[in-house]
């Protein structure tokens, strides 16, 4: 039987949850079929059988998983013949902490950027209540949020040196020489904006830009293969290893 994954639809056909595409990159990497279920936002109805808030939510046969990060211990539990995406105790304790920085630091660097353009983003019938939640959450309007992004996204850059120092040594992905969740869940932010925003992250010069571009050719470029802005890159000068402002090309 075939697993279902469950995701957000938005305009023009994007599908812009970023915990969505963290289970769509670990079930590639898993080499397993499934078949995604695009649905609104303000759809609660159709997973109300697995009583989630939100997606992701994938059905394998008899088995129902909320949340990305359950999905990929699943699957590493289910598919033990399959590519690990956890790397046994070890590694699941280094990616747990990689959740973790993802969440707290490089979402909060990174989300405040495109919050205005999210919304565009969105189904026409969920931005009423896209907006009203993300304002009530950030407790200012979405264009206060996002104005000025081109005099934070310095923060998003300072965010990310944990992984920029590994790919400057020459490690080419987070988890080591080969990708594993660790990589699906920093990149599943950069797709998330991607997917939902024309405005550029990443200079061109950027050993994480280049990581990013390697993680869109993974699986017959699975992830560059949907609808979303172009990827161009940025212009940075570079001081002393920081980044400083920035014109886009």
């Known amino acids: 039987m075939t697993i279902r ?32 279920l695009p649905l609104l936002l303000t759809d609660k109805e159709t997973t109300a059988f697995a009583d989630a808030k939100s997606v992701s939510v994938m059905v394998d046969g008899e088995v129902i998983k909320v949340d990305s990060w359950d999905i990929a211990l699943y699957l590493d539990e289910a598919y033990p013949d399959k590519p690990s995406l956890l790397g046994g105790s070890i590694g699941e304790g280094v990616t747990r ?22 919304l565009d983003a969105a189904h026409m019938q969920d931005r009423k209540y896209f907006r009203e939640t993300m304002e009530k959450m950030y407790k200012r309007t979405l264009e206060e949020v996002q104005d000025g992004r081109e005099d934070r996204v310095i923060n998003l850059y300072r965010t990310l040196d944990p992984i920029r ?44 830009y280049a990581w990013r571009e390697r993680m869109l050719d993974l699986y017959e470029q699975f992830a560059r293969d949907t609808v979303c802005y172009e990827v161009s890159g940025r212009k940075f000068a570079v001081n002393d290893g920081c980044y400083l402002n920035l014109l886009p090309h």
Not at 180 to 204: G, K, N
């Open 5 to 36: 994954l469950y995701e957000l639809l938005g305009d023009s056909d994007r599908r812009y949850s970023q915990f969505s595409w963290r289970a769509k990159m670990a079930l590639k990497h898993k080499g397993l079929e499934f078949e995604p």
């Open 97 to 118: 902490i990689i959740n973790s920085w993802c969440e707290r630091a490089v979402n909060v660097a990174l989300g405040p950027l495109i919050a205005r353009d999210v």
């Open 165 to 208: 120092t590994s790919f400057r040594k020459g490690q080419p992905f987070i988890s080591g020489e080969e990708p594993a969740y660790a990589d699906y869940v920093v990149f599943s932010q950069f797709q998330w904006a991607r997917v939902t925003s024309p405005f550029q992250l990443l200079s061109e010069e950027d050993p994480v």
